[in-house]
Nanobody
Framework: QVQLVASGGGLVQPGGSLRLSCAVS????????MGWFRQAPENEREFVAA??????YYSDSVKGRFSVSRDNGKNTVILHMDNLTPEDQAVYYCAAGPSRSGSIYYTSGYGAWGQGTQVTVSS
């Protein structure tokens, strides 16, 4: 059973950068669709970014600022976030799901979730 541990969240000023990591155990990261979602208080969990094989996918709100990548050697998925704004403040979750499911943008496309890591953007 695949297990995910997200880390790297914290407090950053507007315009700053953060790098989130998702360590995967119980499976090889390259065999899954790996996604990042976020959830702010009183909001639904929303898609942020994903990588499935080679292709990457981004929500419109983060395109051009966030980058998702995979380190097969470390069995880890990275979300690099630049030019953060207060609207990016949320708990960020990594998730794993079957590759090429057609549901990469939806929470239903993932069967395993990490515990979440808080990203706070404030001056």
């Amino acid at each position: 059973q695949v297990q995910l541990v997200a880390s790297g969240g914290g407090l950053v000023q507007p315009g700053g950068s953060l790098r989130l990591s998702c360590a995967v155990s119980g499976g090889r990261v390259r065999g899954y669709a790996m996604g990042w979602f976020r959830q702010a208080p009183e909001n639904e969990r929303e898609f942020v970014a994903a990588i499935d094989g080679g292709p990457t996918y981004y929500s419109d709100s983060v395109k051009g600022r966030f980058s998702v990548s995979r380190d097969n050697g470390k069995n880890t998925v990275i979300l690099h976030m630049d030019n953060l704004t207060p609207e990016d403040q949320a708990v960020y979750y990594c998730a794993a799901g079957p590759s090429r499911s057609g549901s990469i943008y939806y929470t239903s496309g993932y069967g395993a979730w990490g515990q979440g890591t808080q990203v706070t953007v404030s001056s």
